[in-house]
């Protein structure tokens, strides 16, 4: 792998600097894995006293299906529409790193450096949508990777598959973490016209220090908050997701960041509690460990005493927000807040799309 070194048990030689993960741990679906020698581990750290940088590698991606079914009864949407597979930000929590398994990488380093791009998505997505069979039920974007991660600003994949989105007259749900989104103002006014997009945006903490160590490549606090004041601005509404809630670490904020939410004219807020499945449990407590050794313990004692003792829990209707009495008091926290800040506002539906598009609608060719 580029720009780093493994140990036997995936600890990456020497810090990584400004990428999340600490560990590439092997594929859960490879029986065989490769390690370096401890003597020449040894020799690199000598050598990059200040850690190491990985560099991000691009590969294509030729699916011949960008929209995917999704059948979970504890999820309000059943389509997602992911322009990539991996995710530059780098969020240490991210539940989404053990899909990278599936094309054979692992899920720590690789799932923020080795980037897999539909560049032919919005093609794709337009023979989709153009089928007669297409429900026109609304899609979620990205629900699994951010559609606007920093790769987006070179390659434009999401763009491209919005100019799509428009012309189909698609309602839409959107999710970032990327203040790279008011690149497209211009379309989502469009989309908004019909009444066809819901925004959120994801913030899971004020602290720049925090946010920076726990999702480095994402945009800072301030800016994600000024994409939700510019989205409200432009009367889109907009939901500002606390996601992942991490107990002892972030749950503190919750009043002081639906404040700021409000203020900057959120129209509701959300929130999930961290999810640790498969090998993220050791990403995850690798970084805690090395970021807070002082709390690391007891940050990991809350997490267990909201999920039954255990690190993760896959159960449809507790996954997202826990059980027991820590995960009772985060919810009672959250409903609070939100209520004093007026963020449980009904959100209009979004409209459904036509069963006969009008012609010559098209504002972007083919």
């Not at 889109?236 to 404040?259: Q, S």
Request: glycine share 8%; aromatic share 6%.
């Amino acid at each position: 792998m580029s720009g780093s070194t493994e140990h036997r048990d995936g600890r990456i030689q020497g810090q990584v600097r400004g990428r999340g993960a600490g560990l590439n741990p092997g594929n859960r679906f490879e029986p065989v894995r490769l390690h370096v020698l401890g003597e020449h581990l040894d020799e690199i750290a000598t050598e990059n006293p200040d850690g190491t940088r990985a560099v991000t590698h691009v590969y294509s991606d030729s699916s011949k299906t960008v929209v995917n079914p999704i059948d979970s009864p504890d999820l309000g949407f059943h389509w997602t529409l992911n322009p990539y597979r991996g995710c530059e930000h780098g969020c240490i929590y991210c539940y989404a790193r053990p899909t990278h398994e599936y094309l054979g990488f692992s899920c720590g380093l690789d799932f923020e450096t080795r980037i897999v791009a539909k560049r032919d998505a919005a093609e794709v997505l337009r023979k989709t949508l153009d089928t007669p069979k297409w429900c026109g039920e609304p899609i979620m974007l990205s629900g699994v990777t951010d559609p606007y991660q920093p790769i987006e600003s070179k390659l434009g994949i999401t763009r491209e598959c919005l100019k799509v989105l428009i012309d189909q007259r698609q309602p839409i749900w959107i999710i970032t973490k990327n203040r790279l989104i008011l690149r497209d103002c211009d379309l989502f006014a469009a989309l908004h016209e019909h009444g066809l997009v819901h925004v959120a945006i994801s913030i899971t903490t004020l602290d720049n220090s925090l946010a920076a160590t726990m999702e480095p490549r994402a945009s800072s606090p301030s800016a994600r908050l000024d994409a939700v004041s510019k989205f409200a601005a432009m009367g889109i509404p907009v939901t500002v997701m606390m996601a992942p809630m991490i107990p002892g670490l972030n749950d503190v904020e919750i009043p002081a960041l639906l404040k700021a939410a409000a203020d900057a004219g959120a129209t509701s807020a959300g929130y999930i509690l961290l999810r640790l499945p498969y090998q993220i449990k050791a990403l995850f407590l690798e970084w805690l460990q090395r970021h807070f050794p002082d709390r690391a313990s007891h940050v990991e004692s809350l997490i267990r005493e909201s999920r039954d003792g255990e690190l993760n829990d896959s159960r449809a209707f507790v996954r997202f927000k826990g059980q027991g009495a820590r995960a009772l008091q985060i919810k009672q926290t959250f409903d609070l807040f939100k209520r004093r800040n007026g963020l449980d506002r009904k959100i209009p539906p979004l409209e459904p799309r036509p069963r006969k598009l009008p012609p010559q609608m098209s504002l972007f060719g083919r």
